[in-house]
């Protein structure tokens, strides 16, 4: 039972193999690296889920009748276009501004 204790006692003292200590190192980093990542995803998708939703046309005083085609939104208002040729202008609360239209 000595031999056996003093085997593993050698074994201890002995250098670590280049490619185990390789081997250690490469895990360690790729866990950083995978935790990181995680980190990150968790990050992005708490901001994007935070952010305010799209105008939708029921948020948008529309004219009675008018079917919207399109929206898009600029800095100072929101347009939208309808299936009839005309284009809305909207402040960016959602009320009616103006109608131009298109030809």
């Given at each position: 039972?000595?031999?056996?204790?003093?085997?593993?006692?050698?074994?201890?003292?002995?250098?670590?193999?280049?490619?185990?200590?390789?081997l250690?190192?490469?895990?360690?980093?790729?866990?950083?690296?995978?935790?990181?990542?995680?980190?990150?995803?968790?990050?992005?998708?708490?901001?994007?889920?935070?952010?305010?939703?799209?105008?939708?046309?029921?948020?948008?005083?529309?004219?009675?009748?008018?079917?919207?085609h399109?929206?898009?939104?600029?800095?100072?208002?929101?347009?939208?276009?309808?299936?009839?040729?005309?284009?809305?202008?909207?402040?960016?609360?959602?009320?009616?501004?103006?109608?131009?239209?298109?030809?």
């Amino acid at each position: 039972m000595t031999k056996v204790t003093r085997v593993s006692e050698d074994m201890e003292q002995l250098p670590e193999p280049a490619n185990l200590r390789f081997l250690r190192i490469l895990v360690t980093v790729l866990t950083v690296v995978m935790i990181g990542g995680l980190l990150t995803v968790v990050v992005v998708l708490v901001t994007r889920l935070r952010a305010p939703a799209p105008i939708s046309t029921d948020m948008l005083s529309v004219p009675e009748g008018t079917d919207i085609h399109a929206i898009t939104e600029t800095p100072t208002r929101w347009l939208a276009t309808t299936t009839d040729d005309r284009l809305l202008i909207f402040a960016p609360d959602g009320t009616f501004q103006r109608e131009i239209p298109l030809d």
